[in-house]
């Protein structure tokens, strides 16, 4: 039971380039997240999918843009990445089936701009 | 807008010591968690706690929340040095018909032997 994988873990990018960063789960949950991750600020959403083809914007959603094609996937992407994208970012995903929103994360993806 | 914080943001304690991290959000939530984060590694869920008054133990972590205080706290008995993590308390919200977890900012905790 693989639960919540991220790809890539790691990634070098200069400024402007763009890149797409993959959540895959398993376990057929409605909810999927993604957050970032810097010191001092805990964790922060970006961007959050309620279910197959939503999608909606979280607390520091700018310039970045995510996809929900399929139920197990959550696309997070740059189109023209920055510095200030430098970050831990993490996906998690959750179920509401049981009234229970317990998220469980990936093993995040280490990202620095240059 | 819901706000999470949480007190003391790093706490060192020496091995055998207790103490009590504290966990206060803006509006009212039925649900709150608490996850633990080991350095350069992901977050793991320790408790979930779905009511008023709900209390849930594991070792020496006990975890309890006060809905109308919108308080949560996370007791450590008797620390031990691999407690050391950093922990995150997390709050739903629900806006126009979803939900979302926000998080507070953890409380890094170093045990000392």
């Known amino acids: 039971n693989a639960g919540v994988t991220q790809t890539p873990k790691f990634r070098v990018l200069k400024t402007g380039q763009s890149m797409t960063l993959l959540c895959a789960q398993d376990?057929?949950?409605?909810?999927m997240y993604w957050y970032r991750q810097d010191p001092g600020m805990g964790l922060r959403l970006i961007h959050y999918?309620?279910?197959?083809?939503?999608?909606a914007k979280g607390e520091v959603p700018d310039g970045y843009n995510v996809s929900r094609l399929k139920k197990q996937n959550f696309l997070l992407g740059l189109e023209s990445a920055a510095p200030s994208q430098t970050s831990v970012y993490f996906c998690?995903?959750?179920?509401?089936?049981?009234?229970?929103?317990?998220?469980?994360f990936g093993q995040g993806t280490r990202l620095t701009v240059v | 807008e819901l706000k999470v914080e949480q007190n003391p943001l790093f706490l060192s304690m020496q091995e055998g010591k207790n103490y009590t991290i504290y966990c206060n959000y803006s509006?009212?939530?039925?649900?709150l968690y608490w996850y633990r984060q080991d350095p350069g590694k992901s977050l793991e869920s320790l408790f979930v706690?779905?009511?008023?008054?709900a209390v849930k133990q594991e070792g020496r972590l006990m975890a309890s929340l006060d809905t109308k205080a919108r308080l949560s706290t996370l007791h450590i008995t008797a620390a031990v040095h691999d407690l050391s993590a950093t922990y995150f308390c997390?709050?739903?919200?629900?806006?126009?018909?979803?939900?979302?977890?926000?998080f507070g900012k953890g409380t890094k905790l170093t045990v000392n032997p």
């Open positions: 998690a995903s959750s179920s509401r089936v049981l009234g229970n929103t317990e998220a469980f």
């Open positions: 376990m057929n949950h409605e909810y």
């Open positions: 999918s309620v279910g197959e083809g939503t999608t």
């Open positions: 509006t009212t939530s039925d649900r």
């Open positions: 706690l779905l009511s008023n008054g």
């Open positions: 997390a709050v739903d919200r629900k806006q126009g018909g979803s939900e979302k977890l926000v």
